[in-house]
């Protein structure tokens, strides 16, 4: 491809509007999640308890602003005061709990539906991993830290607020906390805000940005359906294993036991010549 095209399509991208079609495929996973989540109760507790369903998909929907903005000192409720945008996830919700017959999941969960709205989603994300990254440098333009973290909340919030969702729904899950497993969105969430960071504070991205941030675009993306349609559902564990490995001690764990296995056998030899 033609290097200035391919410019051109990065510009593009970079300038689409997310709403409302993008916060409609957001939306539409969020609930999605949350009734898959809830399993084969989901119909019993959608119909029993509607408001606390509501409320655990409002805050999937708009968890990555609500914390984002609570660890910046900023109203944690503000995402909540974009009335259309809080109509099109409270529509989603609706569609995906309460049509007849669940007419409405099953169409969300119609292959190619839930390929073009996962497609969307992940282009979404990028924005606000984007948009994180940028409103964090504005506050703390060398908090290179921050400004990482703030990227990486926005870019994957619902993990980090899960023990909450589903606490809203009366399950208590201690061990749903996305510090102890973090997701591949968390990761690649992470990722996508250091390179951003390197980007906007350093030289040692001479790409123009509209191509880093196309780049970013296509690779969540392509990981996204990679997960959907080939079962690729975490890229990194072999990478994770490595440095583990080399880093954080597993190499050295390993060498100890087989050389205490070794002491054992040869404490056991002498015992035996002993008696």
């Given amino acids: 491809m033609d290097p200035e095209a391919f410019l051109d399509i990065a510009n593009q991208v970079i300038k689409l509007k997310m709403f409302p079609y993008f916060d409609i495929a957001h939306s539409l996973l969020c609930a999605l999640s949350v009734k898959e989540d809830l399993g084969v109760g989901a119909h019993a507790f959608s119909r029993k308890h509607p408001l606390a369903c509501w409320l655990s998909t409002m805050l999937v929907v708009f968890a990555g602003g609500m914390v984002a903005n609570g660890l910046l000192g900023e109203p944690i409720l503000a995402p909540l005061k974009n009335t259309p945008q809080l109509l099109v996830a409270t529509a989603c919700w609706y569609i995906v709990f309460y049509t007849p017959f669940d007419i409405g999941y099953k169409v969300a969960k119609f292959l190619p539906v839930k390929v073009a709205a996962s497609s969307m989603k992940e282009i979404y994300r990028a924005k606000k991993i984007h948009d994180g990254v940028t409103h964090a440098a504005k506050l703390y333009p060398n908090a290179f830290i921050i400004m990482i973290l703030i990227g990486t909340l926005k870019g994957n919030g619902a993990g980090f607020t899960k023990l909450i969702e589903r606490l809203i729904r009366g399950v208590w899950t201690p061990t749903a906390m996305e510090f102890l497993q973090p997701s591949f969105y968390t990761k690649a969430s992470l990722i996508a805000s250091i390179i951003f960071v390197l ?10 940005h509209a191509l880093v941030y196309f780049g970013i675009v296509i690779f969540l993306v392509y990981f996204k359906l990679s997960s959907i349609l080939l079962g690729i559902h975490d890229p990194f564990v ?5 440095s583990c490995a080399l880093l954080f001690g597993g190499i050295w764990d390993s060498l100890a036991k087989i050389l205490g296995r070794g ?9 035996k010549k002993s008696n």
């Fill in 199 to 208: 980007d906007k504070k350093t030289d040692l991205i001479s790409a123009p």
């Fill in 238 to 242: 072999p990478f994770e294993n490595l």
């Fill in 263 to 271: 002491q054992a056998k040869e404490d056991t030899k002498d015992a």
